[in-house]
């Protein structure tokens, strides 16, 4: 596809509200819910929606370990798996490395605009989502 084309579905993507939710994600959006940090789902911000956005400037994205191609090694739904290579090919003949390269520039774009980002792998969240949790709250408190 030629980039100005990437550009319009991204554009329209950005707007989209019917976003499936990972239970990863529902788990972290209940901790914050449950000591009353306010929080956006799937906000759009130039062109990247992270799945948690807390005023003023924080966006949270969480990794699904298969769709974004986790390198290391790790636990899902209790069933071990090896990290991807940058070679592995994924859902619709994406390569790894390229997704990889997306989700650095995004990013890079969010934090050159002075957003906070930080990335989560989804098996972290199911290992310890209580330890992600914390430190979302420390990050809310120094924000």
Do not use: M
Request: aromatic fraction near 8%; charged fraction near 35%; glycine fraction near 4%.
């Amino acid at each position: 596809l030629k980039e100005s084309t990437k550009d319009k579905i991204r554009e329209k993507r950005q707007h989209q509200k019917n976003v499936r939710e990972s239970s990863h994600e529902k788990t972290l959006k209940k901790l914050l819910d449950d000591v009353g940090i306010s929080y956006q789902a799937h906000k759009g911000i130039l062109r990247a929606q992270p799945d948690i956005f807390i005023e003023p400037n924080i966006c949270i994205f969480i990794d699904g370990d298969y769709w974004h191609f986790n390198p290391n090694p790790h636990i899902i739904k209790n069933q071990k798996r090896a990290g991807y290579s940058s070679n592995s090919i994924g859902p619709n003949g994406i390569v790894a490395k390229d997704k990889r390269e997306s989700d650095k520039k995004i990013t890079l774009k969010l934090t050159s605009a002075n957003y906070i980002v930080k990335r989560y792998w989804e098996s972290d969240i199911e290992k310890d989502p209580k330890k992600i949790f914390k430190e979302i709250v420390k990050l809310v408190k120094n924000a």
